[in-house]
């Protein structure tokens, strides 16, 4: 999760391959299989972490609603937020913790879960 989090800190703008860096550091499962239609081609499933559910991984790095669900995912109960700067950097900020600045809102909210996350399993 380190790695990710240092990715997304330095991060220029929001991209589908950090969206996966993301699923891969939550759990989520990537299966990449040769396609049935074309041999030659293959085809990526995602399956929601600890489950065998197939669900479409989500767009962390584009899409606010998406980045807010894992914001309550980590921390349910809590205040958590998020704004545009001036400058069209985002700040945001889970239950109280430290304010977290990215190059979108998204990628500040899911720095901030990240890190809520990381805190929450260190104890």
Not at 28 to 37: C, E, G, L
Not at 87 to 108: E, M, W
Request: charge should be positive; include cysteine; hydrophobic fraction near 40%.
């Amino acid at each position: 999760m380190e790695k990710v989090i240092k990715t997304l800190e330095s991060a220029k703008g929001p991209s589908r391959s950090l969206d996966f860096a993301i699923g891969l550091a939550l759990g989520w499962r990537k299966v990449v299989s040769p396609s049935t239609a074309d041999p030659a081609k293959t085809v990526t499933i995602w399956h929601r972490p600890g489950t065998a559910e197939i669900a479409t991984l989500p767009l962390y790095t584009t899409n606010l609603q998406h980045a807010m669900e894992l914001a309550v995912s980590v921390a349910p109960k809590a205040a958590s937020g998020c704004s545009w700067e001036e400058d069209g950097k985002g700040t945001a900020r889970i239950a109280g913790g430290p304010y977290f600045q990215a190059c979108n809102p998204q990628i500040a909210l899911v720095l901030a879960a990240l890190h809520h996350l990381r805190s929450k399993q260190d104890g």
